[in-house]
């Protein structure tokens, strides 16, 4: 009968959970062995085969073969689980270390005794195997989107039964704010990552990602999911805006058209998804300038001014509609800047006027005082693009010559007085070096380099001593260095008074 047992437990539990046949098998045999092993007190080895067709099985005492240790009477650590080699031998010429002598033993009763274990075991195998089987499935698919059914809400968290396979949580932070769901509902959400921990594989979904916005439009717009639609980058205020770019790979297909479909179903559909969410479908542009302008949708750009060292750019828009540029709370400015990559800076086209023509103003009279030309001269300077003596010092003449209000004497002349300038200016900061020279530990230290050094002893931070006494917003305003160079420099100053 036992054997009867056990083959039908292994078919009903296999089909039922879908699990491997050789792993039930294996769990009984545990079982077991450890049903057998109760029925001796000594602490011995036990192994237990079973039949896979007729389900009959077998039970066999363990020994395995080890070294003479002579710290332990008898040579053994273990003599209930262990023989010495040399005992081995006699009776089988072949065995080696590590190997195992074996010899039949009754077995524990599968119907009585092993029953309730191997149900112990096999329920403990099969969890291993459904959690490595959900790992499997799951592990594959992050980044896809997964639906399921609320099954409980606790502290803002929202814990989901993914159609009976799994169950995830979307953490508070990950939900959209103020979104009303309740248990029972069926919610969508962005699977961002499965961790094989040890009570089971935790499934972590977003419903606040830019990937789930994403992620619908390829569901919602087959040429997205086709690949003749381009998604480069979303930016989302969850629950309330977004904006998505988008460029198609067809010439003859309009990108922004195919996402908001025909009366806006498609995007509808979008936001519906997530709450009500507002998206605005921009087109992306190589040129970076467009591409701002497109993405400070529904405002009208006027100009742009690129910073290209710092990655901003200040952007003008028309008086009236400065406010819709903005956005409330400054929310389109965030998400445009957010998209595109650039620091943006939006302004009326009055302030953008106001801000032009005092940068002029001071461009204008820093010219007169360097290089000693009148108002009229140094405004043409500026008005050509050349704003410092640098400019004028380094540029190649006949760009000079160029100017409709300049000959090639002026321009000679000019330049020229720009190039004493520069030197002018180069031989008194020499002399200012000079004047002021730090000490040797502070040249040598780590991270220091000449000309900061004698720029910081020009100040009066001649030593690392003094050094180590600044803070790093003091630095920066005594030399023109950023923030993480400047913390960096004063913590190796700092670093005697840690070894002290």
Sequence with gaps: MANKEILMVVEVVSNEKEIDRG??????????????????????????????????YESFRRWEVVEADPEFEGGLEEPDSQILLADALKNNPEIALGDFVEEPIASADFGRIGAQAAKQVIVQKVREAERRKVY???KDKVGE??????KRIERGNVFVDLEGTADAIIPREEMIPREPVRVGDRIRGYLKEVDEAARGPQLLVTRS???????????EVPEVGDGLIEILGAARDPGSRAKIAVRSRDQRLDPVGACVGMRGSRVQAVSNELAGERVDIILWDENEAQFVINAMSPADVVSIVMDEDNHSMDVSVKDESLSQAIGRGGQNVRLASELTGWSLNVMSE????????????GYVKQLMDDID???DVALILVQEGFTTTEDIGFVSLEELVAIEEFDEEIAEE?????KDALLIKAIASEEVLEEHEPAKDLI???????????????????????????????LIELVDIDEQRATALIMKAREPWFAE
């Design 209 to 219: 990602s830019p990937d789930l916005l994403i992620a619908l439009f390829k569901l």
């Design 350 to 361: 009055t302030q953008a006027d106001e801000q032009s023509a005092t940068e002029s103003d």
């Design 373 to 375: 030309v009148d108002e």
């Design 414 to 418: 000019i330049q020229q007085r720009a």
């Design 23 to 56: 792993v039930l098998f294996e769990a009984i045999e545990a079982a077991l062995a450890m049903a057998t092993k109760k029925l001796y007190r000594e602490e011995i080895n036990v192994r237990v085969i079973i039949d896979r067709k007729t389900g009959d």
């Design 145 to 150: 989107l997964v639906t399921g059914v609320i």
């Design 444 to 474: 040598e230290m780590e991270g220091m380099d000449r000309e900061l050094a004698f720029q910081l002893a020009s100040k009066e931070i001649v030593t690392m001593e003094d050094l180590a006494d600044l803070a790093t917003d003091e």
């Design 136 to 138: 499997e499935h799951y």
